[in-house]
């Protein structure tokens, strides 16, 4: 069955220092989200990518965070420099394609951060 | 914009009990509405979800949820629970409009950590 892969699973690091995500959507899956979910409550979303564009990135924090979809498949979400408040998991989600119908959104198994 | 509450943080309840999970909403357009289950240290896996037609939808482990439109309420309830169904229980919406209705982004309520006691 097919999956969203997202790696590290767990990423701990200090303050200051620069982290990476990754995520590789399921195969054809045009649109890919990133949510971010702080302990104990909801994920929240960052970022939509429709294809390589992006869609939504009214919630991301552009003065640290970024995120790219350079050829429209696996996409990579970047903190640079990671504060405390960035502990939280972060969840990548694909689906089909943009359109009327309604399409399930699959997510990943995460990425733990943790700030120290 | 749109908004999910859900009422109860923690619910305990012994194995073979029924339970209901409340969730309201509030939305200026027209929504779907779904409930997540998280496992520890998993992703999000879609429980049920309603899109149109009948206000009461079930999913295929007993779980069954009804949409309430004038109450603005999607509920969870399973008549009898087990051990395994202890995990984090999410309600979610996303927005109905235009062309694009079909990946509109989840928002999600807090989420309830249901735990079935033996």
């Known amino acids: 069955e097919a999956e969203v892969a997202q790696s590290p699973r767990y990423k701990i690091t200090e303050k200051s220092q620069a982290v990476a995500f990754w995520c590789d959507p399921i195969?054809?899956?045009?649109?890919l989200y990133w949510y971010r979910q702080i302990l104990g409550q909801g994920p929240e979303l960052l970022v939509q990518f429709q294809d390589e564009s992006v869609v939504d990135d009214s919630q991301l924090p552009k003065d640290r965070f970024s995120a790219e979809r350079l050829k429209g498949v696996d996409s990579t979400l970047k903190i640079q420099p990671a504060e405390l408040g960035d502990s939280a998991m972060y969840l990548c989600?694909?689906?089909?394609?943009?359109?009327?119908?309604?399409?399930?959104?699959?997510f990943g198994p995460g990425t733990r951060l943790t700030v120290l | 914009a749109q908004s999910v509450t859900q009422l109860d943080s923690q619910v305990p309840v012994f194995e073979e009990a029924p339970v209901e999970l409340r969730c309201n909403y509030s939305s200026s357009v027209s929504v779907y509405l779904f409930w997540y289950v998280q496992y520890p240290n998993q992703g999000l896996q879609l429980l049920l979800k309603?899109?149109?037609?009948?206000?009461l939808v079930e999913s295929i482990n007993g779980f069954e949820a009804e949409f309430n439109k004038s109450q603005t309420s999607f509920h969870l309830r399973k008549p009898s629970v087990h051990i395994s169904d202890t995990a984090e229980y999410f309600c979610?919406?996303?927005?109905?409009?235009?062309?694009?209705?079909?990946?509109?982004?989840?928002?999600f309520g807090k989420g309830t950590r249901l735990s079935v006691i033996a």
């Open positions: 989600a694909s689906s089909f394609r943009q359109g009327s119908t309604y399409n399930e959104q699959f």
């Open positions: 979610a919406v996303s927005a109905v409009y235009g062309s694009n209705s079909g990946n509109t982004p989840l928002v």
């Open positions: 195969s054809g899956h045009a649109t």
């Open positions: 309603y899109l149109s037609g009948s206000t």
